[in-house]
């Protein structure tokens, strides 16, 4: 009659626990066989080749029983390629062994052997160990479980914030264009101008450690929020259909102060009432807003210092506010408003070349040149009724 031990790759029923015994010696099959049977499910085998085809066959073991000195394959190599296989890295290994040098077992430890179970076998020694082995590995499975749920969770919550973020930014964006009315979809333009920027000259000597990191990704987010001052500006001159009187100019050139002054005093008033550990973290959770003011505090800067409103010129403008201010003058140059006509791609690239090293970063209007193509996608693709065909 067939060993039933070494039939036991056709069971049909699998138990909580898969034992995988690996022996060339039917004797020791038949004994760890019968003494473990009771308490788990049992499978054999009896060569280091068909133990390694065994470990990818279901039921997958949950430990393997591994003889050490086995010819052809021997239970080093088993071991070896067993946990080098990703599939199979993670199920324990005891080794069963007559050696009791020291050597061995420090080299089967050293090579990832969980345990030694020595020739002749003790059952309750066997059991024990078998036993400890499968509730570590279960621990360890449970904590597995438990970060990979835990990293789901707090990617999931991030994803739910960013995206809370984002919606928040553009309710604000949304009420100043509302005050605004011809600037149609003015804001999705500007904000993908920024980015076609950022992204060109991230790796520019220049502008690398601006637009470093997270840096670039809460530039182009923050964005939108440029204009948030302009629900400071009467309607009489937001709206007014023609020039602006020097009176009048006075009072939209103040529109950048007061959106950097609503964003940093929504920041004062939170670290107001924020615990101490709320505003230890100030500085990473309120960099966003911080990048939020520097756009809309700058992106009227002109590069020769003629821009308002602090008359910065050159690097002491804010890269992110460079950014914006061609992407703004772009857009604008671009689209009919109540006081002006829409003007050509052409047209409005001459102005902006003209306007380098006066209005803009030189660096800025020569990755302008080099993308003006996908801006001109961009302002087809969203455009408004009116924008100009070039």
Same mark, same amino acid.
């Given at each position: 009659m067939a060993n039933p031990v070494l039939q036991s790759e056709s069971y049909a029923v699998v138990p909580k626990n898969?034992?995988?015994?690996?022996?060339?010696?039917?004797? =020791?099959?038949?004994?760890l066989g019968e003494l473990l049977r009771p308490f788990y499910h049992v499978r054999a085998a009896n060569s280091g080749e068909r133990a390694l085809r065994a470990a990818h066959t279901a039921p997958r073991p949950d430990i393997v029983l591994l003889d050490v000195m086995m010819p052809e394959v021997d239970g080093y190599e088993v071991l070896y390629r067993l946990s080098e296989d990703e599939t199979?890295?993670?199920?324990?290994?005891?080794?069963?062994t007559a050696m009791s040098a020291s050597e061995d077992e420090e080299r089967g430890l050293e090579m990832g052997a969980v345990d030694y179970i020595t020739k002749p076998f003790n059952p309750a020694i066997v059991l024990a %160990?078998? %036993?400890n082995q499968l509730e570590?590995?279960?621990?360890r499975d449970r904590l597995a479980e438990q970060n990979n749920w835990?990293?789901?969770?707090?990617?999931? %919550?991030?994803?739910? =914030?960013?995206?809370?973020?984002?919606?928040?930014?553009?309710?604000?964006?949304?009420?100043?264009?509302?005050r605004d009315n011809e600037t149609g979809l003015h804001i999705v333009r500007t904000q993908t101008y920024v980015e076609l920027l950022a992204r060109y000259l991230a790796k520019h000597p220049r502008f690398e450690k601006a637009l470093e990191g997270r840096n670039l990704d809460m530039i182009v987010k923050a964005a939108p929020l440029h204009d948030i001052g302009k629900v400071g500006i009467p309607d009489s001159i937001l709206l007014k259909p023609g020039k602006l009187t020097v009176e009048e100019f006075a009072i939209m050139k103040s529109h950048p102060s007061i959106g950097a002054a609503a964003i940093n005093k929504a920041i004062k008033q939170v670290l107001a009432t924020a615990d101490e550990k709320v505003a230890e973290q100030a500085n990473g959770a309120f960099a966003f807003l911080?990048?939020? =003011?520097?756009?809309?505090?700058?992106?009227?800067?002109?590069?020769?210092?003629s821009g308002y409103p602090a008359g910065l010129a050159g690097d002491s403008i804010p890269v992110s506010a460079r950014l914006m201010a061609?992407?703004?003058?772009?857009?604008?140059?671009?689209?009919?408003?109540?006081?002006?006509?829409?003007?050509?791609?052409?047209?409005?690239? =001459?102005?902006?070349?003209?306007g380098r090293g006066r209005h803009f970063d030189p660096d800025v209007?020569?990755?302008?040149?080099?993308? %003006?193509?996908?801006?001109?996608d961009i302002a087809s693709r969203f455009a408004d009724s009116w924008i100009a065909e070039s």
């Amino acid at each position: 009659m067939a060993n039933p031990v070494l039939q036991s790759e056709s069971y049909a029923v699998v138990p909580k626990n898969t034992i995988l015994i690996v022996d060339d010696t039917p004797q =020791n099959l038949t004994v760890l066989g019968e003494l473990l049977r009771p308490f788990y499910h049992v499978r054999a085998a009896n060569s280091g080749e068909r133990a390694l085809r065994a470990a990818h066959t279901a039921p997958r073991p949950d430990i393997v029983l591994l003889d050490v000195m086995m010819p052809e394959v021997d239970g080093y190599e088993v071991l070896y390629r067993l946990s080098e296989d990703e599939t199979t890295r993670d199920i324990p290994v005891i080794f069963i062994t007559a050696m009791s040098a020291s050597e061995d077992e420090e080299r089967g430890l050293e090579m990832g052997a969980v345990d030694y179970i020595t020739k002749p076998f003790n059952p309750a020694i066997v059991l024990a %160990r078998v %036993r400890n082995q499968l509730e570590l590995k279960h621990a360890r499975d449970r904590l597995a479980e438990q970060n990979n749920w835990l990293e789901h969770e707090v990617a999931r %919550r991030m994803s739910e =914030n960013l995206l809370i973020q984002e919606l928040n930014v553009r309710a604000l964006a949304c009420l100043a264009e509302a005050r605004d009315n011809e600037t149609g979809l003015h804001i999705v333009r500007t904000q993908t101008y920024v980015e076609l920027l950022a992204r060109y000259l991230a790796k520019h000597p220049r502008f690398e450690k601006a637009l470093e990191g997270r840096n670039l990704d809460m530039i182009v987010k923050a964005a939108p929020l440029h204009d948030i001052g302009k629900v400071g500006i009467p309607d009489s001159i937001l709206l007014k259909p023609g020039k602006l009187t020097v009176e009048e100019f006075a009072i939209m050139k103040s529109h950048p102060s007061i959106g950097a002054a609503a964003i940093n005093k929504a920041i004062k008033q939170v670290l107001a009432t924020a615990d101490e550990k709320v505003a230890e973290q100030a500085n990473g959770a309120f960099a966003f807003l911080h990048v939020a =003011n520097e756009i809309s505090l700058g992106h009227h800067e002109k590069w020769d210092g003629s821009g308002y409103p602090a008359g910065l010129a050159g690097d002491s403008i804010p890269v992110s506010a460079r950014l914006m201010a061609l992407a703004d003058v772009f857009d604008a140059l671009m689209s009919r408003r109540v006081y002006k006509a829409p003007m050509t791609l052409e047209q409005t690239t =001459n102005v902006i070349a003209e306007g380098r090293g006066r209005h803009f970063d030189p660096d800025v209007v020569d990755a302008f040149m080099a993308c %003006r193509d996908k801006f001109a996608d961009i302002a087809s693709r969203f455009a408004d009724s009116w924008i100009a065909e070039s």
